[in-house]
């Protein structure tokens, strides 16, 4: 497509009133305004020809087989110019779906030969399923009088998950961590609670692991040796519902405790635990059933990936029944859920009740640091007052919520998306430490 610049069309309007005083004053000279009409429209003939033709320009696009939520990676671009001029000057724009958001205008200089590589940094908002519709290119004559566009289908799909590049990466810091410490050899033997040998008693050995009863029987000192205890049931609850689908800088509230949930999989799998995960929102979605072992993991993986995003309320009667009734023992429950005051949790807490009766109850949710910032800002009008007496109010709600929580036995997880992760492989380490379960 070739359409002329503001360029030309000044060029052309530059003669306009020559061509008025002509038409006025000397109808003889009509000559001169053809003459003139005639010059700009050679000149932008002349570019025509001299730019860059649209018929020889191609474009390539190499695209990640997989996309991350939260993540940036890049996309390829390949521009050539098969023969003919190459532009001084060449702009695009990459179209893509929501998830990949608005992709601003890019200009080029510079040609390696006929090609010019390109790349394009994408950060997906949301899981599901991104899409590279086509690529918009165009550039301007020599002259600067016509500009050339050229538009690129590609129709490309890539499916984005949730961030197990970053739950990899954090994995392998913990595991070498512990391993350089020497903690992964002494929790296999020695800091659990359950009996497992008993062994004469050496030095360095800790004097109160000393079986007086049955060192007294066999006349020298028995220890007994404990192994770390496994096969514990770790449940991760995740509520798709609307306030969980809500952005926190950025990113989806649920993406960031899916990507947080997955961690605790799979340093709980690894430490020989059975997780399940389970997802609801208005009724029961994802039920994964109990997995175990880290092969498992990418099970889990692809399984997180189509949780839903909901715009309705969710269910925690319905959910947290039906999630109660699959557990046949003792079990770790960390629901990922949020909630803005006492009313719309009354619900939450009368179920989680009920669990907290057979199992052990952690509830993870996020810092709301906008209603924090809105109580502490400076009350310099009468909306920032208002604005601030709100927000205090919403807080002191939560922290009410929290209150009642705690004095069902219920753990609790309020911190930021950075300390997010940490916090709750943490508490899951203190948890086992602890012999809670």
């Given at each position: 497509m070739i359409s002329p610049t503001l360029r030309a069309i000044f060029l052309m309007l530059l003669g306009l009133p020559i061509l008025v005083a002509i038409a006025l004053l000397a109808p003889e000279l009509w000559i001169v305004s053809a003459g003139w009409i005639a010059g700009v429209s050679a000149l932008i003939a002349v570019d025509t020809l001299l730019g860059a033709s649209v018929r020889h320009y191609s474009a390539k696009v190499s695209l990640p087989p997989l996309l991350y939520v939260g993540s940036a990676d890049d996309v390829q671009l390949d521009l050539e110019f098969a023969e003919g001029p190459l532009p001084a000057r060449i702009e695009i724009q990459l179209e893509t779906n929501a998830l990949l958001g608005t992709q601003a205008p890019q200009g080029l200089r510079g040609w390696d030969g006929r090609n010019r590589p390109h790349t394009i940094s994408v950060t997906p908002s949301r899981r599901g399923v991104a899409k590279v519709v086509r690529l918009w290119s165009r550039w301007q004559g020599p002259l600067g009088l016509i500009q050339k566009r050229h538009i690129q289908p590609f129709d490309l799909d890539?499916?984005?998950?949730?961030?197990?590049?970053?739950?990899?990466?954090?994995?392998?810091?913990?595991?070498?961590?512990?391993?350089?410490?020497?903690?992964?050899?002494?929790?296999?033997?020695?800091?659990?609670?359950?009996?497992?040998?008993?062994?004469?008693?050496?030095?360095?050995?800790?004097?109160?692991?000393?079986?007086?009863?049955?060192?007294?029987?066999?006349?020298?000192?028995?220890?007994?040796?404990?192994?770390?205890?496994?096969?514990?049931?770790?449940?991760?609850?995740?509520?798709?519902?609307?306030?969980m689908s809500e952005p926190l800088g950025g990113v989806p509230k649920i993406d960031r405790a899916v990507t947080a949930g997955l961690l605790?999989?799979?340093?709980?799998?690894?430490?020989?635990?059975?997780?399940?995960?389970?997802?609801?929102?208005?009724?029961?979605?994802?039920?994964?059933?109990?997995?175990?072992?880290?092969?498992?993991?990418?099970?889990?993986?692809?399984?997180?990936?189509?949780?839903?995003?909901?715009?309705?309320?969710?269910?925690?009667?319905?959910?947290?029944?039906?999630?109660?009734?699959?557990?046949?023992?003792?079990?770790?429950?960390?629901?990922?859920?949020?909630?803005?005051?006492?009313?719309?949790?009354?619900?939450?807490?009368?179920n989680v009740k009920r669990l907290t009766d057979r199992h052990l109850v952690l509830f993870a949710t996020f810092e709301d640091a906008a209603l924090s910032q809105m109580a502490d800002a400076p009350p310099d009008t009468a909306q920032d007052v208002a604005r601030a007496v709100i927000a205090d109010t919403l807080l002191a709600e939560r922290d009410v919520v929290f209150r009642r929580l705690q004095r069902l036995g219920v753990q609790i997880i309020e911190t930021t998306p950075e300390a997010f992760s940490a916090e709750l492989v943490s508490r899951y380490l203190q948890i086992k430490q602890r012999d809670m379960l």
């Open positions: 890539v499916p984005v998950t949730p961030n197990v590049r970053w739950v990899r990466d954090e994995a392998i810091r913990l595991f070498s961590r512990d391993a350089e410490f020497g903690i992964k050899t002494q929790i296999e033997r020695g800091d659990g609670s359950e009996f497992d040998a008993l062994r004469e008693f050496s030095s360095g050995m800790d004097r109160r692991a000393i079986d007086w009863k049955h060192s007294a029987r066999h006349r020298h000192l028995l220890a007994k040796e404990f192994k770390t205890e496994r096969n514990h049931n770790i449940v991760f609850a995740f509520d798709t519902g609307r306030l605790l999989a799979y340093v709980s799998l690894r430490n020989g635990d059975r997780t399940m995960l389970y997802g609801f929102s208005e009724r029961p979605g994802l039920n994964s059933g109990f997995l175990t072992g880290t092969s498992s993991f990418p099970k889990a993986q692809a399984m997180v990936a189509e949780l839903e995003y909901s715009e309705d309320e969710a269910n925690f009667t319905l959910a947290l029944s039906n999630l109660g009734a699959q557990l046949q023992r003792r079990s770790l429950i960390i629901i990922f859920s949020d909630f803005v005051d006492t009313i719309s949790a009354e619900l939450m807490l009368e």
